[in-house]
């Protein structure tokens, strides 16, 4: 499966911003998808991720109120809905496509190029 995202951009602190992550292949509905980060000079992190039938999701804490991980199978999209964003949320939002819905980045197996948030004033 390929992935691509889009809708990062650059965006205040305080606003809004989603993300989509649109899925090649007829397969995405077997997928657990994942949303990581990665900011300059850190490693990537984990930040939200969705079961295949998308009824369970996990968050990571430092955006768990804020942001909403949900997907579309008749789309084969994954999005994540930021709110009320901070600047150390500034970072590069990667999707994933893995068999299950896990924090730890190993058990995807398929990447996006990645989408640049940026939370400046």
């Known amino acids: 499966v390929q992935l691509v995202e889009s809708g990062g951009g650059l965006v205040q602190p305080g606003g809004s911003l989603r993300l989509s992550c649109a899925a090649s292949?007829?397969?995405?509905?077997?997928?657990?998808m994942g949303w990581f980060r990665q900011a300059p000079g850190k490693e990537r992190e984990f930040v939200a991720t969705?079961?295949?039938?998308?009824?369970?999701?996990h968050y990571a804490d430092s955006v768990k109120g804020r942001f909403t991980i949900s997907r579309d199978n008749a789309k084969n999209t994954v999005y994540l809905q930021m709110n009320s964003l901070k600047p150390e949320d500034t970072a590069v939002y990667y999707c994933?496509?893995?068999?299950?819905?896990?924090?730890?980045?190993?058990?995807?197996?398929?990447w996006g190029q990645g989408t640049q948030v940026t939370v400046s004033s």
């Open positions: 969705i079961s295949s039938g998308g009824s369970s999701t």
């Open positions: 994933a496509a893995g068999p299950f819905a896990m924090v730890r980045a190993t058990t995807y197996n398929h």
């Open positions: 292949g007829r397969t995405f509905s077997s997928y657990a």
